[in-house]
């Protein structure tokens, strides 16, 4: 079973809207990614939080993390056409070894 | 820098026929992996290595096999394709640290006939 899944699994906003997406997980975690893929490429690293911190960002990006509540939240504002894309959470588990990537979320951006 | 480079980037096979996806690596990570991607879903992680010579399996790993002679090749086996083994297969790697990102190769399209 998928230890981080998405929510939406599709979201479609005007360009300058925010987008907000959720990854639930199970187990507890050593850290958790955030990655793009664009149609048809590979996924590129966005950002690695780790379990101790709450908070992070990268310019337009802003990721959460709630391990109580073991869910994130990937914030990217005054989206651009060219942020349409999928964006997956990846779970890197305690004493797992390997990381687990959930089933996405389908970011449409409308110009 | 190349990062991750897969070969092939296409291929369709009989049912029954073998073959091997060759993924390499340039930027000296100990950590490497094999993912399958099925339409609409994310990644399902079919074998890793934590080092040259050594491999593990993952959640997806019948039907493959996988070697890791040299730290920056990994290569992904299918003896006896069959159809259900259609997919686009990502291969990844990673430094030495669990807390470091994942670089992805550009994925095989891989269709079983």
């Known amino acids: 079973s998928q230890q981080g899944e998405e929510d939406p699994q599709a979201l479609s906003i005007q360009e300058g809207e925010n987008a907000t997406m959720n990854c639930s997980y199970k187990?507890?975690?050593?850290?958790l990614q955030w990655y793009r893929q664009n149609s048809g490429r590979g996924l590129v690293h966005l950002i690695l939080?780790?379990?101790?911190?709450r908070e992070k960002h990268s310019g337009r990006l802003r990721v959460t993390l709630d391990t109580s509540k073991k869910s994130s939240s990937l914030l990217i504002t005054a989206s651009r056409a060219a942020d349409t894309a999928s964006y997956f959470c990846?779970?890197?588990?305690?004493?797992?070894?390997?990381?687990?990537f959930g089933d996405g979320t389908t970011l449409t951006v409308k110009p | 820098n190349a990062g991750v480079t897969q070969t092939p980037k296409f291929r369709v096979l009989k049912t029954g026929q073998s073959m091997t996806l060759l993924c390499a690596q340039d930027?000296?990570?100990?950590?490497m992996y094999w993912y399958r991607q099925d339409p609409g879903m994310g990644l399902r992680l079919i074998h890793y290595?934590?080092?040259?010579?050594?491999?593990a399996k993952g959640e997806v790993p019948d039907g493959y096999n996988v070697s890791r002679l040299k730290k920056q090749n990994f290569l992904l086996g299918l003896e006896s394709a069959a159809p259900s083994q259609t997919s686009v297969y990502f291969c990844?790697?990673?430094?030495?640290?669990?807390?470091?990102?994942?670089?992805f190769g550009d994925g095989t399209r891989l269709s079983i006939l």
């Open positions: 990844a790697s990673q430094g030495g640290d669990r807390n470091q990102p994942q670089h």
């Open positions: 990846a779970t890197d588990a305690t004493n797992a070894g390997k990381s687990t």
């Open positions: 290595s934590v080092g040259e010579g050594t491999t």
């Open positions: 939080i780790r379990s101790n911190e």
């Open positions: 930027m000296n990570h100990e950590y």
């Open positions: 187990t507890s975690i050593n850290n």
